[in-house]
Nanobody, 124 residues
Framework: QVQLVESGGALVQAGGSLRLRCAAS????????MGWFRQAPGKEREFVAG????????YYVNSYKGRFTISRDNAKNTVYLQMNNLKPEDTAVYYC?????????????????WGQGTQVTVSS
């Protein structure tokens, strides 16, 4: 089993930045592929970014490229999501997820482990 705990969500003004953190525990010595998703009120959960276990490969939804950066520190069992130039439409609960898959997937059903989420609110 893998446990994920997100942190770093906050209320921020448009144009600001936040760094989300996802700490993993449990069976973390294996090759976990990690992803960040988000879910706004009344909307479906959507993929934001993913990173391979080594960190060598990343994938972003086009609308987040250039603004969001996913990274990981395997020595600390932690994945990060740096979010810059935040917009009100980025307001959502952000979830960290993990899967044993080798290739990055954008489908939330293919992730086996989830954190509880962290709220990001961007004011205009």
């Amino acid at each position: 089993q893998v446990q994920l705990v997100e942190s770093g969500g906050a209320l921020v003004q448009a144009g600001g930045s936040l760094r989300l953190r996802c700490a993993a525990s449990g069976r973390t010595n294996s090759s976990l592929l990690m992803g960040w998703f988000r879910q706004a009120p009344g909307k479906e959960r959507e993929f934001v970014a993913g990173i391979s276990w080594s960190g060598a490969n990343t994938y972003y939804v086009n609308s987040y490229k250039g603004r969001f950066t996913i990274s990981r520190d395997n020595a600390k069992n932690t994945v990060y999501l740096q979010m810059n130039n935040l917009k009100p439409e980025d307001t959502a609960v952000y979830y960290c997820a993990a899967t044993w898959r080798v290739l990055i997937t954008t489908t939330w059903e293919e992730y086996s482990y989830w954190g509880q989420g962290t709220q990001v609110t961007v004011s205009s």
